[in-house]
């Protein structure tokens, strides 16, 4: 805005230095009218009134005539002009009537919108801050206080420094060094911020946010790194925010730069790559033990976020190991450094729509993606290329690997099982008694129910294998199926994936073997996309540990799965799990083969499967349970209600574990934004109740003191129906 | 900018065209009432306008309005657009190539990580907490960026800016920190690049975040305060260490800017000294971990500017507040309040004093003597050094000249700038703290809003300040100290001025108030570690001042202004506007930057007892050719030196592993070492 407004004078002076002339013949008077005349006739021009253009042409002639007499005597002036104007008086009405040519009207209307724009913009300067909110508080009553106001009044001050881990997609990424088609956007944000770039050149930018399809790593000639900072993830995009909430509360009771730290890492990355490439890890470390030996000795307080969860329990496991691998911190480093680890919505045991994300780029959101550009993807006449291109480009990620579903069968269910069963999302309500009866009831009254959902099945090719007992399905293992041909063709080219290598055959192995579950889904990955999958299984794993003493745990690609790794011997440490339930969160899938295989994704969800009852799970081809939108309760909670819980093996120290819920409330209107009692996955980090544990855990409350566990979902009885060696 | 104008109408379509419809009916109901914008017209025209009126659409002074803002703004963004389309380089423009590009295709590669040290002004301040007038300001911009702030709500603004005035630390209530990170320092405002430039070509040979760090801190707080407050100076070592590992155990080259110089030099000190006041990091700290120092444009010795700006709000540019609002400072309408409000701020911050002119009068004279007399104004027409050196011993003495007293830093009127000092009435600068005592202040209590400390001074004290007629460097201390007596108090507790007489001494080592001043420390013990003294020659700097006093005698008002009406007898006077001249970079006097590394620590000294190798690079300024280059390639000014092609070679060369032999060794076109002969200092 400024730059128009400065603009602004500079240029109104054309006007005024045409009026002179006018002024020497008009003797002073109506300068302005006229002088607008006769601008108006060069506009006039354009109009096809050959009649009128004669006619203009011939006044033009006398008016340069005129102009050119017009210093030497301006009284005699007005004569010569005048008769032109009688005579043309007939006519003048003929066009004064169509005068407002299409042109004037166009700038008649920019100027008011403009005019307008900058009343608007000028009251909404000049209006008190206070404004929104007086208007908020008149229509919805006194707003609660921000959990900072009301803690600082009851004296909490900040103790112990904090560390943000951001998860996945929030944080932000800048240009280091770039190919031609990037010039001038040197350390400006790729991701992240406005994403202008994305409309502006759509195709440098996937470029650039690719990594290396082969090392995973940044491609020749291309430097993308995350920017550091709070500013890394506090606003995801402009009035977005991520962190920003949660950083102004704790400001309140005394936070600053120096006591709160953004350990903001490039999200692509496979954890051990971050640590590879950029040293993050190492940093990390380095500041984590900076903060506490400047605080006087008080400990960290951790706070991931999504799959900064993963990314930090990959950390831990890092900083102990010896130094080549490792951080090479000792095996008491968590102990000495780390208060609390306050996990919110991790994705412990993985997400199920990560698998959809790889398998068809349908990722309904993994953050906010889809938010951003709603219509966009999903558009039919875009997804030719638009999802191609998004396909290609996250299948470099390799961190979008480290959300696959882990733990197997064991965990998610197989073909018949799931710790879920029974979940329905109208009984919610009242589930207290209810699921009383059920756990009496225990598995005897499931085969009762008609339309049970098979959670375990996370993606089965059509509604009826979707529903069908596992009897009745027939597959036919795909593992050995011969590919095919290459059935892309060299137009493809330019949006390659994987599926181009693959022919007819394996394509429809694929569908042929009906229904996938957790355990078998690994498996269908690395078919459909042998390249990244051999590049992500040297990064990740998704077994579960038989034997966690066995020497092959201490490789780093177990370390972020807390199914394969001990936690760190820290008894005083405190592992908090905090995550919203509430909404219809993605489980499972119901999917067909797509129309036509050429350049297309193969495959795609299934919209058109819907349950009968509306009280049914299946919505879209998407079975849900109740989550945070994005993270099933299950894979956020179990780890903290029951793998950790006590002494297990997967916990020796007994490091004590709590589970916070946080019920979804949905903005009760609009101007509450997104709302301060959300559940979901991102918006949660504004949930008032969750700021507040996080700001009393981080001046200096034990878990204990918080309440101990706060459960509204039924992750408890879940958890109990997981058989899992502790 | 295209696009966000293009979103912005589209936005606002569907209510305006609402807006429109009912203009149209308003303008059907006031068809009747004779318009008042509506001009005047010849009487032959006369009778038309009416049946024109009736039509409903009519050019009037509304839609006159509305169709000229219409165009304009077309226009506007027609040539945004066409901006846009255009090619990055216009085909008969040539850009030069920069220079990472082309050392990049020398096959220079990143190896040394490097830390950039900020100066005064230059680094980005936000707010963290701070009073109701300032609610919606939480993390944003008070110092840096748009600088909106001050327009809007001047007095909050001022008051967040300001830091406490007993204990030189944040204000109740108040928190003010240092942006980190690149974004701290890297532009001032937008498009106003400090650090912008170098970055941009180190990452062109392979530098980026992890091996590149922008030692962000609180440059308001004396140097010390830092580390208590923020633990500053704590973090910037623990980030070095880091670097130091994470890039292969290699060296870190730091490029201190301005007043990071001496903040530097205080965290040389401090890192070696044991835990209570200092980092604890032992006596080979320093040689471990640092290849090379290369101070750029640095206040080594101080700043004559300061003196005026401390003495009378009137900093002729400390960096640049100047550049930001000319007008507003210098207005005698809006001086009034402006220049007296900036006075109370910028007393309350620490950091000023330890811009002061250091040395004494041992560096920068004395009532008769200075090192650069004879020194020639006018830059352009300069003799080369060597011909100039056979007159050079005898136009002292030899009266065919008189040479320019830059040892008074302050003289009251012409006459006592170039008097010889026997005709000078003679009075202690020290008898006027003692009147102060005595006398009580008489301030009254209309002046409260704007306090200087100038409202607690006796009408008396001020006459007598002003009868004292000169001053030097060692007695410019104590007049600031007699008029500004809160101020001095608490930032000497911080920084010195003096010389050392035995470095030996362990106050030196104990006291940290000594660490920033390079005449009363010794560099630590790294025989292998680089020092580079780069900075900008060719402009006219400010060294010494003509004053007045103040015609008004109103409470609110400074007593002491400099008389702008002085100026030189002959054409080429160093004397302009009441401000003697010489060489530097528009803020730092050559003798400032130039000694240390020109004489000062070269070879083996006290102050230098290890012999780490000092290097002396100069640039002469040049004045951007045209419009089109900005602020130049090879400018020499303080500020825009860091955009400087010669200095960003120079600096990339080293961070990837030049010695400074290899760059060139010394570079010197001023006659720093011949001033720096000059100075009889014990080394």
Not at chain 1, 52 to 64: A, C, G, L
Not at chain 1, 544 to 572: C, F, G, M, R, V
Not at chain 2, 379 to 407: F, M, Q
């Amino acid at each position: 805005m400024p730059t128009l407004r400065r603009r602004k004078p500079a240029d109104s002076d054309k006007p005024t230095t045409s009026a002179p002339s006018d002024d020497a013949r008009g003797g002073g008077g109506g300068t302005t009218g006229r002088g607008e005349e006769e601008e108006e006739e060069d506009y006039e021009q354009d109009a096809d009134n050959s009649k009128r253009k004669k006619n203009n042409n011939k006044r033009r002639r006398k008016k340069k005539a005129a102009a050119a007499a017009a210093a030497a005597a301006s009284a005699d002036n007005k004569h010569p002009a005048l008769p032109s104007e009688e005579e043309e008086d007939g006519r003048k009405h003929h066009r004064k009537r169509s005068k407002w040519s299409c042109v004037d009207n166009c700038c008649w209307f920019v100027g008011c919108v403009c005019l307008t724009w900058w009343v608007l913009l000028f009251l909404y300067n000049a209006m008190p801050a206070s404004f929104p909110q007086y208007v908020t508080e008149a229509i919805t009553g006194p707003s609660p206080d921000p959990p900072g106001v009301k803690l600082k009044k009851e004296g909490l001050k900040a103790k112990h420094p904090v560390v943000f881990v951001p998860g996945i997609v929030t944080a932000g990424l800048e240009l280091w060094e770039g190919h031609q088609c990037a010039e001038g956007l040197f350390r400006k944000r790729l991701w992240g911020g406005t994403f202008g770039e994305v409309y502006k050149r759509p195709l440098c930018w996937t470029e650039h946010m690719s990594l290396d399809n082969e090392t995973g790593l940044d491609p020749p000639g291309i430097r993308v790194r995350p920017v550091s900072g709070l500013v890394a993830a506090d606003y995801f995009a402009p009035g977005y925010f991520v962190w920003a909430v949660l950083i102004a509360n704790l400001a309140r009771i005394g936070y600053e730069e120096k006591t709160m730290y953004m350990a903001s890492y490039d999200w692509r990355l496979s954890f051990q790559n971050t640590e590879v490439r950029d040293q993050t890890l190492s940093r990390t470390k380095s500041n984590i033990e900076l903060m506490v030996a400047t605080n006087g000795g008080n400990k960290a307080v951790i706070i991931p976020h999504s799959m900064g969860v993963l990314y930090f329990l990959h950390f831990m496991k890092w900083v102990e190991a010896p130094a080549p691998m490792g951080g090479g911190g000792g095996p008491d480093w968590c102990a000495k450094h780390i208060k609390a680890v306050i996990n919110i919505g991790g994705p412990f045991l993985g997400v199920p729509k990560a698998v959809t994300g790889l398998f068809s780029a349908e990722a309904r959101d993994i953050a906010v993606v889809r938010a951003l550009t709603p219509g966009f993807l999903d558009n039919d006449i875009f997804r030719l290329q638009t999802l191609q291109h998004i396909m290609k480009m996250s299948r470099t990620w390799d961190s979008t690997m480290s959300m696959i579903p882990r733990g197997g069968d064991t965990i998610w269910g197989d073909l018949d099982w799931s710790p879920e069963d029974g979940y329905s999302p109208s009984k919610r309500g009242q589930k207290n008694n209810e699921t009383d009866i059920k756990n009496q009831d225990g598995s005897d009254s499931k085969p009762s129910q008609t339309a049970k959902a098979h959670y375990g099945r996370i993606i089965s090719f059509g509604k009826e294998v979707a529903e069908a007992p596992s009897s009745e399905i027939e597959r036919i293992d795909f593992r050995d199926a011969l590919k095919g041909k290459n059935v892309a063709n060299s137009t493809c080219r330019d949006v390659w994936t994987e599926y181009h290598d693959m022919g007819f055959g394996g394509i429809n192995a694929c569908a042929e073997y009906k229904a996938y579950t957790a355990g078998s889904i690994v498996d269908l990955l690395r078919f459909v996309a042998p390249k990244m999958m051999d590049r992500g299984s040297c990064h990740f794993s998704y077994g579960i540990a038989d034997d966690l003493d066995d020497p092959k745990y201490n490789h780093y690609k177990y370390w972020s799965n807390p199914l394969e790794t001990k936690l760190p011997n820290a008894p005083d440490m405190e592992i908090f799990s905090m995550y919203g339930v509430g909404i219809p969160t993605e489980r499972a899938y119901v999917y067909r083969l797509s129309p036509s295989a050429e350049c297309y994704i193969p495959f795609q969800i299934d919209t058109s499967a819907v349950g009968e009852d509306k009280d049914s799970c299946l919505k879209d081809g998407v079975y849900t349970v109740d989550g945070d939108e994005t993270v099933p309760a299950l894979s956020a909670g179990y780890m903290c209600a029951k793998g950790w819980r006590g002494k297990t093996r997967f916990n020796p120290s007994g490091i004590r574990t709590y589970i916070r819920e946080y019920d979804h409330s949905p903005p009760a209107n609009l101007l509450e934004g997104r709302g301060t009692q959300s559940g979901a996955h991102v918006d949660i980090m504004g949930n008032f109740a969750l700021i507040e544990d996080v700001m009393r855990v981080a001046a200096g409350d034990s878990g204990d003191d918080l309440g101990g566990d706060r459960v509204y979902s039924d992750i408890f009885k879940w958890s109990e129906k997981i058989k899992l060696k502790l | 900018m295209g696009s966000i104008l293009r979103f912005r109408k589209l936005s606002y379509l569907a209510p305006v065209k609402l807006h429109t419809e009912k203009k149209v009916e308003q303008e059907k109901k006031a068809v009747d009432f004779p318009n008042p914008c509506f001009s005047p017209e010849p009487t032959k025209r006369a009778p038309s306008p009416p049946v024109r009126r009736s039509g409903g659409k009519e050019w009037r002074c509304m839609d006159n309005c509305c169709w000229m803002i219409g165009f304009l703004c077309t226009t506007w963004w027609l040539c945004l657009f066409l901006f846009n389309c255009l090619p990055a380089t216009l085909p008969g423009f040539q850009v030069p190539e920069s220079p990472g590009v082309r050392l990049k295709r020398e096959g220079l590669t990143a190896l040394h990580p490097v830390v950039m040290v900020p100066g005064i002004v230059t680094g980005g301040l936000e707010l963290w907490e701070g009073k109701p007038c300032a609610e919606d300001l939480f993390r944003k911009r008070l110092w840096g960026g748009g600088f909106t702030e001050i327009f809007r709500r001047p007095l909050c603004w001022l008051e967040h800016l300001s830091l406490d005035n007993e204990t030189g630390l944040d204000p109740p209530g108040i928190r003010v920190r240092a942006v980190p990170g690149l974004v701290a320092a890297d532009y001032f405002g937008p498009g106003y690049f400090v650090w912008a430039v170098l970055i941009e070509n180190l990452a062109k040979i392979g530098y980026e975040g992890k091996n590149l760090y922008m030692a962000a801190y609180d440059w308001r707080l004396s140097f010390q305060n830092t580390e208590i407050r923020d633990q500053a100076l704590s973090r910037l070592k623990s980030k070095i260490e880091l670097m130091y590992v994470t890039n292969g155990y290699k060296k870190v080259v730091v490029v201190p800017h301005s007043m990071g110089v001496v903040y530097f030099l205080h965290f040389l000190k401090w890192v070696e000294t044991p835990p209570p006041v200092g980092g604890g990091g032992g006596s080979g700290w320093c040689s471990k971990h640092i290849k090379a120092v290369m101070n750029i444009g640095p206040t080594f010795l101080g700043v004559p500017k300061t003196v005026s700006n401390l003495f009378s709000g009137e900093a002729k540019d400390v960096a640049f507040l100047r550049a930001m609002d000319p007008g507003v400072l210098d207005s005698e309408m809006l001086g009034l309040q402006t220049v007296e409000h900036l006075l109370r701020a910028g007393r309350t911050w620490d950091s000023i004093v330890s811009l002061l002119p250091k040395g004494g009068e041992t560096i920068w004279g004395n009532l008769d003597w200075s090192p650069e007399e004879n020194h020639a104004c006018d830059l352009s027409k300069r003799k080369p050094l060597g011909e100039r050196n056979s007159t050079d011993g005898n136009a002292k003495r030899s009266g065919l000249k008189e040479p320019v007293k830059y040892g008074r830093m302050i003289s009251f009127g012409k006459a006592a700038a170039e008097l010889p000092s026997s005709l000078f009435p003679s009075l202690d600068p020290k008898d006027i703290l003692v009147a102060q005592t005595t006398t009580k202040k008489n301030s009254t209590s209309s002046c409260s809003e704007v306090r200087t400390e100038y409202d607690e001074m006796n009408r008396e004290i001020i006459r007598k300040i002003a009868e004292n007629k000169a001053y030097t460097a060692r007695t410019v201390l104590d007049l600031l100290r007699a008029v500004a007596p809160k101020m001095m108090k608490r930032a000497e507790a911080h920084f010195s001025h003096g010389i050392a007489d035995n470095l030996d001494d362990p106050k030196y080592t104990q006291h940290y108030k000594y660490w920033s001043n390079p005449l009363e420390t010794k560099l630590p013990d790294a025989p292998d570690m680089e020092i580079y003294c780069l900075y900008g020659v060719g402009i006219p700097t400010e060294r010494s001042y003509v004053y007045k006093q103040s015609p008004s005698s109103r409470c609110k008002s400074i007593p002491f202004r400099i008389d702008s009406s002085v100026n030189g007898d002959r054409g080429e006077s160093c004397l302009r506007g009441g401000v003697n001249f010489v060489d530097g970079d528009e803020s730092v006097p050559v003798l400032s930057a130039g000694f240390m590394c020109a004489k000062g620590w070269r070879g083996r000294t006290r102050f230098n007892p290890s012999g780490a190798s000092t290097y002396v690079r100069e640039y002469r300024h040049k004045p951007p050719a045209s419009l089109l280059e900005g602020r130049g390639a090879e400018s020499g000014a303080h500020v825009d030196i860091m955009g400087n092609v010669g200095l960003i070679e120079d600096v990339m060369r080293v961070a990837a592993g030049a010695t400074g032999l290899e760059i060139g060794g010394d570079r010197i076109h001023s006659d720093i070492v011949r001033m720096s002969d000059r100075i009889n200092i014990r080394l």
